[in-house]
């Protein structure tokens, strides 16, 4: 997180590279920097660790809520986020997680088939894609036919990931790929395994990609709402929202947001 209210900083994707580039910090996944904004209470501008911008992180709006407070920059419950020419509905809720509400996709694709080639084995696997501000695939542990998983931690993510997140159906944009296990249809739990492009490997919990997971889930698998993810990063993730008309609609990300 970098304090840039006074708009010092120019050249985004090189001070991103060079502040990832320092020792101890290759595994953080990019720089939030924090700004004014002419149209919303604070920016959130987000830049992956390659230096790639212009992308939503669903996660760092509300680790840029707590940022704010906890250096006591805004007090308030209730704030507005601008990000990606959009603006986002941020609170902090009473049990102290923090919530982020926002737009309904804007592309919507369900169930279509991709050619992969995973341990040597070509085949064709259903997919999912979605976009809330990333593009993202959402494909699901028990539609990976060869070899069959039995749980989520034996996906090979570096190399699945990056054959999906490349795949020349998706280009040029590509997009983050998101690998689903059930846990409980009923109670509406979900494991969840992200590659991010930009970081190109895995993330310990990716906002728009537990957004884009759930849409998918409810849609075709009939998961219950709201749809709460386990990450990597033994955070958990609430998804909610509601169909009307087709349309999804009051979208909102909630979780905590710690300081470490």
Known sequence: MVDNLNSKIKDYSNVTKELIGKKD???FDG????????VADFKMNYFNKDGSGNALCGNGLRATVRYLIDNKIYKAKNLKLEAVNKTFECKINDDKTISAIFSPPDKI???FKL???FNNIWQLITVSYINVGSPHIVLFLDDIEKPRLKNIEDINMIEWGRTIRMHKDLLPEGANVNFIEVVSSRQGILKIRSYERGVEGETLSCGTGALSAGIVAHALRGIRKPVKF????GEELT???EI?????????????????
């Open 25 to 27: 910090n290759s595994s």
């Open 244 to 260: 009307e008309d087709f349309k999804v609609k009051n979208l909102s990300l909630t979780g905590f947001a710690l300081r470490i």
């Open 31 to 38: 720089v939030i920097f924090v700004e004014e904004s002419s």
């Open 230 to 233: 386990q990450t990597r990063s």
């Open 239 to 241: 998804v909610n929202f």
């Open 115 to 117: 050619k992969v080639n």
């Open 109 to 111: 694709k369900m169930k």
